[in-house]
């Protein structure tokens, strides 16, 4: 069973930097496609960004040019490096990983416990 532990949420203020990683644990087989979500208080889960079948990282509207999501060479290690971050950014930050499914529906079967980010203004 795989499982997901992210780290790296904290309190900044707007303009600031943080760098979420997800540790991917128990799964002997790399074939998975990950990605970043995040629910606001009172908010539904959105996506953030994911890799699709090529590789190639695709990013949600609000966070484009801001956020790098990138993976280690195993696909055990997922990061998400937020840049000039906002008080919209605030939010729990969650991984998700499937060994088919990719885009930002909620189609993922792992989910992580999330990693609680706070940007203050």
């Known amino acids: 069973q795989l499982q997901l532990v992210e780290s790296g949420g904290g309190s900044v203020q707007s303009g600031g930097s943080l760098r979420l990683t997800c540790a991917a644990s128990?799964?002997?087989?790399?074939?998975?496609?990950m990605a970043w979500f995040r629910q606001a208080p009172g908010k539904e889960r959105e996506g953030v960004a994911y890799?699709?079948?090529?590789?190639?990282?695709i990013y949600a509207d609000s966070v484009k040019f801001r956020f790098t999501i990138s993976q280690d060479n195993t696909k055990n290690t997922l990061f998400l490096q937020m840049n000039s971050l906002k008080p919209e950014d605030t939010a729990m930050y969650y991984c998700?990983?499937?060994?088919?499914?990719?885009?930002?529906?909620?189609?993922?079967?792992?989910w992580g416990q999330g990693t609680q980010v706070t940007v203050s203004s």
């Open positions: 998700a990983a499937d060994p088919l499914y990719f885009g930002f529906i909620e189609a993922y079967d792992f």
């Open positions: 890799f699709n079948a090529y590789g190639k990282p």
């Open positions: 128990g799964s002997p087989d790399s074939r998975r496609y």
